[in-house]
Nanobody, 120 residues
């Protein structure tokens, strides 16, 4: 199972970005998809998660500004980020909790990270 994250970049405060995370490989099902971020000198933190049933959880710091979504048919997740602030600057990682085709168990998988820089 591989995850490919994309969509990061440099944006001015108040701007928007859309991150994508495409899962590939022998996947039977994806339970939860999520985004985490790690700013320089800080620990990795949860940004948002979405279950296969559509239940979402957001960090308080991004509520009302970020929207997580997924396209199950494409095994792809998205993070729409609006009203970006300098404090949102971080490497963003996608994560899935999925069942590979060869197993009856679910495992966690991480993408490689995409850098988001919010600066004027």
């Amino acid at each position: 199972v591989q995850l490919q994250a994309s969509g990061g970049g440099l944006v001015q405060p108040g701007g928007s970005l859309r991150l994508s995370c495409a899962a590939s490989g022998s996947i039977f099902s994806i339970n939860t998809m999520g985004w985490y971020r790690q700013a320089p000198g800080k620990v990795r933190e949860l940004v948002a998660t979405i279950t296969s049933g559509g239940t979402v959880v957001y960090a308080d710091s991004v509520k009302g500004r970020f929207t997580i979504s997924r396209e199950n048919a494409k095994s792809t997740g998205y993070l729409q980020m609006n009203s970006l602030k300098p404090d949102d600057t971080a490497v963003y990682y996608c994560n899935i909790y999925a069942r590979p085709s060869h197993s009856s168990r679910c495992y966690g998988y991480w993408g490689q990270g995409t850098l988001v820089t919010v600066s004027s």
